[in-house]
């Protein structure tokens, strides 16, 4: 089922890790936990 709200930003790869998750850093400078979708 599709969330009605999504967020959705631009950032660079710095770190790929086991079982399709990315390490991401934000242009704020923050760095996030990703995952491959879709």
């Known amino acids: 089922m ?4 999504t967020i959705e ?3 660079t790869v710095v770190e790929p890790l086991p079982n399709a998750m990315f390490r991401v ?3 704020n400078g923050h ?3 990703a ?3 879709g």
């Open 31 to 33: 760095r996030v936990l």
């Open 9 to 11: 930003v631009e950032g």
């Open 25 to 27: 850093e934000l242009p």
């Open 35 to 37: 995952h491959i979708s």
């Open 2 to 5: 599709a969330k009605k709200q």
